[in-house]
């Protein structure tokens, strides 16, 4: 199986178990757990291929430009990292199957396990750091809902939050490392970084990359200082932390710094800065786990403690202690999910997790008490079991390193805190499971139904058997993923039991002891422990959001004080400033081209649009008048189109033109009709002295322009050349919409539509609203016409109808070779139509109109889609038009082309998002009784009796 | 003629944004509307000025036709522009019918001058 669908076949089922959730709960369950098991399926048939040493590639260059290519590879490591996180996802989604309960939505919960896990292999299988740290990302985005995932819980989102702060601004440090990396190498492909270790070692920017991309690694894997988020995440759902925090999410920092071990590991920067964090958050997170009482709490820190311990490995940098690190990698990860889900199946049975309230559950839990027994034993490091094994080579390995000189330090410190773990695994075992039968449990306590033990009971039998087995079942997947991180030869090793009576075997069987010591002193202990006082990280890190959250928004509130006129007139100085610079400080060479006679027709056209806008801006209270003048403004500028050889300009212009002014006339219908003086006369003297300088500025630039000829050739020869030979039609400008950049018109259909969109929901949130109340009680603030609905406009505007409609086809039909085309035709239909609203109101056009102008829209863009769409199956690029000639024997020859359908799709988007726009801002207007039977106020067709009878009645009829 | 097509984009650009500069919306539309004549007509004349040149292309004659892109490009801008005035106009109602002020400016004191 490709890579490329290994990684995707997550993604891919995101949406299944989320539909298939109304085909019942197992449905869903079972809908990802096929994805996960095909994309399981898919890693294994490669995996005799990786565990003889070959490396398997599947490479796409996306964005060669940016060094962006959805390169993937599948190494040792990369089997062993992607087969935990599906196999163990597998396992989980077998078990939050029946863990989570009825209310919880099940089919969001699968959705996200699904994109994180894909996110996950996406960042194990990526050859590109560019694509890797996108996964990276979403790692933290898909966590980040995992863990808030009981949105009803504070202590859930809080968690979910603080994981996401934690690990979001770690991915950011990441970020800048990695393009560090990748800049010293020259590529941002892993495998060709991997092979530049004297580059990247001896480069001055070594030390900022390492530190950076560590800063990622330490948050993710919850490295002391940062171990503080763990924790707080522990407020999932057990499935999620026994998936997050055992073998995924934790580990991606691991296997960050495996992946660049290679290239970073083996100077003292790197020895001092990993092994040194890595041993202070062993020792740290395995002495507070001894005194915590929340199960998952205790899992949690103990998660931390072995992070530290796999941290420290990977620092020591030797070739040894990678292969200890990537054996306890495999160990802690089988472990400590059987671990966390027996505290799940402990706190659904028991309906609590504290230590304290529990105790005797062996004789009610036996199953569950087994199952947490040999994963806790291994964790301790019991031998035979796999977790000593590992342990034992991490002995071994700090007894092997000197630390700043002494020998002693590491295997100390290493000591005592095998010594805390082997004390709280013991803890787990004795104040859970032993002791005499309590009878104030909160519920019940029994096993679970199988769908619960099976996921666990899997790994416990693993941990046996790789305890026991360990070089048949696992040897050759670590010695094909050591081989991976340490980038080459590996000295020989067995995994083996025995390793003779060596210091290593003394320190496991000390610390043991002392572990049961340790227990037995609990009491005593915890009494000094909670005496003693110590930083509250968590109330650290909320006392510093809380502060950068106060220092943000006195910022924001300083600066963004909602005085809109002042930003505008600093953005419009700002701009001048910056124009005045460039104006001042650079040379302008000579005009080029020659400046053309301007006969009367223009300077009359510049006459009327000077003064047209002179007046406007000193006319503009009058808010009527203006509304005229621009009007003024808008014919002029369209007729300037026309004459400046622009016919398709000067059509849409002025058909923009009639929309936007009956747009401006219903806004005006509920605005204040004038405009008061609210400015100063100085502060009107200033703007308009800082309005004339833009005004000069951009006069003089286009000037400046149109009497130079082109710097650099332009591309429009090419368009002309080609827009009959290779689009078809005569009418370039149409065929660059429809052919040549006929992407940028589909994506402005789409804006298009969404804008009418905007207004339409603007207009029910409004219309939803006490506002509702007010339009329906408004009284009309200015004299209103006794006829509201002329019989003359009526008339007129139901024989322009057919006329306009007739036009509007005919303009789109000959749009391809003649001005014309989509937009110029649906501005015109819509102008037809809203003719109707005008003249008979708005209740008696919408009753007779059958289309839902969203789906209007919806159906023009969807056509454009369509046909460009077509032409892929003619084997070229999205939106290439093809066209033909034809002849029906009375008809002369004609010719049709696809893009005809395109421009269609833009003529139905264009009339459904001005009709919608207009028809929202008239329902405004609606009031109670404005729906008339009759087209009119006069009827025509009544046919009164000759003599009234009833003066009373004739009244009434009258009404 | 190019003087008079600069002077004329010159004049809209100064009326666009002495408008756009007032305190209430209605005044800040016209000048965006102003704005928009002279921001398009100033992309149109980047394709430089010619007059009986459509480019429309002639298969009798061999003609001079002007620079079709520009045109094509203001062609969308012009629709586009529509559908921002649309957009505008209609947060200016609804933020005048929701607070019957069509101020444009939120501060304490309103009034004051910014």
Redesign the interface.
């Known amino acids: 199986m490709s890579l490329f669908l290994i990684v995707a076949l997550p993604f891919l089922g995101v949406v299944f178990p989320a539909l298939l959730v109304r085909a019942g709960r197992d449905a869903s369950a079972s809908a990802a757990g096929t994805a996960t098991l095909l994309a399981l399926i898919g890693l294994l048939l490669h995996a005799p291929a990786v565990l003889r040493g070959e490396v398997i590639t599947a490479r796409i260059d996306w964005l060669p430009n940016l060094g962006l290519n959805a390169n993937f590879f599948l190494d040792g490591l990369g089997l062993l990292f992607a087969g935990l996180i599906l196999g163990i996802g597998l396992l989980i989604i077998l078990y939050a199957r029946y863990y989570l309960s009825r209310e919880d939505p099940m089919g969001q919960f699968y959705a996200y396990l699904l994109l994180f896990q894909g996110a996950m292999v996406g960042i194990v299988l990526s050859d590109n750091i560019l694509l890797l740290l996108v996964f990276w990302e979403l790692t933290s985005l898909s966590s980040f809902l995992l863990i808030g995932y009981w949105k009803h819980l504070p202590e859930g989102r809080q968690g979910a939050r603080m994981a996401l702060a934690v690990t979001g601004s770690g991915g950011l440090a990441m970020i800048g490392g990695m393009l560090i990396l990748g800049s010293i190498a020259g590529s941002y492909d892993l495998t060709e970084i991997l092979r530049n270790k004297e580059a990247i070692q001896a480069s001055p920017l070594y030390l900022p990359a390492l530190i950076l991309i560590l800063l990622g690694c330490f948050t993710k894997s919850a490295q002391f200082p940062f171990h503080f988020w763990l924790p707080h995440a522990m407020a999932a759902p057990t499935p999620v932390s026994a998936y997050l925090h055992s073998a995924t999410m934790v580990k991606a920092g691991l296997f960050m710094m495996a992946r660049v071990w290679p290239v970073l590991a083996g100077t003292p920067e790197w020895f001092y800065i990993v092994a040194t964090t890595g041993l202070a958050t062993m020792l740290i997170g395995a002495v507070i786990a001894l005194f915590k009482d929340d199960l998952k709490a205790l899992l949690a820190f103990s998660t931390v403690s072995n992070l530290g311990l796999i941290t420290m490995l990977l620092g020591f940098g030797t070739k040894m202690a990678a292969i200890a690190a990537v054996f306890h990698i495999i160990n802690h990860a089988v472990y400590k999910a059987a671990l966390f889900m027996t505290a799940g199946i402990v706190d659904h049975e028991a309906h609590t997790r504290d230590i304290k309230r529990l105790g005797g559950l062996r004789h009610l839990m036996p199953l569950t008490f087994t199952i947490a027994t040999i994963a806790a034993l291994s964790m301790a490091g019991l031998p035979t079991l796999n977790g000593f094994l590992s342990k034992e080579m991490m002995l071994a390995e700090a007894l092997d390193t000197t630390w700043n000189g002494s020998r002693l330090v590491l295997p100390a410190i290493a000591g005592l805190a095998a010594a805390f773990t082997a004390a709280y695994s013991f803890r787990y075992i004795a104040h859970v499971f032993l002791g005499p039968k309590r009878h104030d449990y909160p519920a019940s306590p029994h096993d679970p139904g199988p769908g619960l033990w099976l996921a666990p009971m899997f790994l416990a039998v693993l941990v046996v058997a790789i305890g026991l087995f360990s070089q048949a079942l696992v040897g050759p997947l670590v010695k094909a993923a050591s081989y991976a991180v340490t980038g080459g030869d590996l000295p020989e090793f067995k995994l083996k039991i025995w390793h003779g009576f060596n210091t290593a075997l003394f320190l496991s069987f000390g610390a043991l002891l002392t572990g049961l010591a340790l227990l037995r002193l609990h009491g005593g202990l915890e009494r000094g422990w909670n005496a003693m006082p110590r930083p509250e990280a968590k109330t650290i890190f909320d006392a510093l959001l809380r502060w950068i959250a106060e220092l943000s928004r006195t910022v924001t509130d300083r600066l963004h004080d909602g005085a809109i006129s002042r930003y505008a007139m600093i953005f419009v100085v700002f701009t001048l400033l910056l124009a005045g610079y460039g104006y001042f400080s650079g040379t302008i060479g000579l005009p080029t081209r020659d400046v053309q006679d301007a006969p009367i027709l223009p300077i009359i056209a510049w006459f009327c649009l000077i003064a047209a806008t002179a007046l406007l801006t000193f006319l503009h209270r009058n808010r009527q008048l203006a509304l005229v003048l621009i009007g003024v403004v808008g014919l002029t500028v369209s007729m300037s189109f026309n004459y400046l050889s622009a016919p398709d300009l000067a059509m849409t212009q002025i058909s923009v033109e009639v929309v936007t002014i009956i747009l401006l006339l219903l806004c005006l219908n509920f605005l204040p009709k004038g405009t008061p003086v609210d400015s100063s006369l100085g502060i009107r003297v200033r703007d308009g002295v800082i309005a004339g300088a833009a005004g000069l500025g951009t006069a003089g630039l286009v000037y400046a322009l149109m009497v130079r000829d082109f710097a650099f050739p332009t591309i429009s020869e090419y368009h002309l050349a080609n827009s009959k030979t290779g689009g078809g039609g005569t009418n370039v400008v149409n065929v660059i919409l429809v052919d040549f950049r006929g992407f940028d018109t589909f994506g402005e259909i789409i804006v298009l539509g969404i804008a009418a969109l905007v207004i339409f929901s603007l207009t029910e949130a409004l219309l939803s609203t006490r506002v509702r109340a007010y339009l329906l009680n408004r009284k009309p603030d200015w004299p209103q016409s006794g006829d509201a609905h002329p019989l003359m406009m009526v008339v007129a505007t139901r024989v322009m109808m057919p006329i306009a409609l007739m036009v509007a086809t005919y303009i789109f039909l000959r749009g391809h070779n003649l001005p014309g085309g989509g937009f110029i035709a649906g501005l015109i239909a819509s102008i037809a139509y809203v003719m109707q609203y005008m003249a008979s109101g708005f209740g008696w056009a919408a009753e007779r109109q059958h289309f839902y102008y969203h789906g209007i829209i919806g159906s023009g863009v969807l056509i454009a889609a369509i046909t460009g769409i077509g032409a892929w199956f003619n084997g070229v690029p999205f939106l290439t038009s093809d066209f033909g000639y034809f002849q029906i024997p009375p008809l002369e020859e004609f010719e049709l082309a696809t893009a005809m359908f395109f421009d269609l799709g833009v003529f139905l988007a264009v009339v459904g998002a001005v009709l919608l726009a207009l028809e929202s801002l008239s329902r405004l207007a609606w009031q109670p009784g404005m729906v008339t039977e009759h087209a009119m106020d006069i009827n025509p067709a009544r046919d009164d009796p000759p003599e009234a009878e009833d003066p009373a009645q004739t009244a009434v009829k009258e009404d | ?27 800040v ?2 000048g965006l ?2 704005l928009t ?2 921001v ?3 992309l ?16 009798y004659a061999d003609v001079a ?5 520009p ?2 490009l ?3 801008a ?10 505008i ?6 933020a ?3 607070s019957r002020s ?6 304490p004191a309103p ?1 004051d ?2």
């Open positions: 003629m190019e003087l008079l097509l600069a002077t004329a984009v010159g004049v809209l650009t100064a009326s666009g944004i002495y408008l756009i500069l007032r305190k209430r919306t209605f005044p539309i016209l509307s102003q004549y002279a398009n007509v100033f149109f004349a980047s394709g430089r000025l010619a007059v009986n040149a459509p480019p429309v292309l002639n298969k036709y002007t620079d079709p892109l045109q094509a203001v062609l969308t012009i629709v586009i522009s529509f559908g921002m005035t649309a957009v106009v209609m947060l200016a109602l609804a005048y019918l929701s069509d101020r444009i400016d939120m501060g009034g001058d910014a």
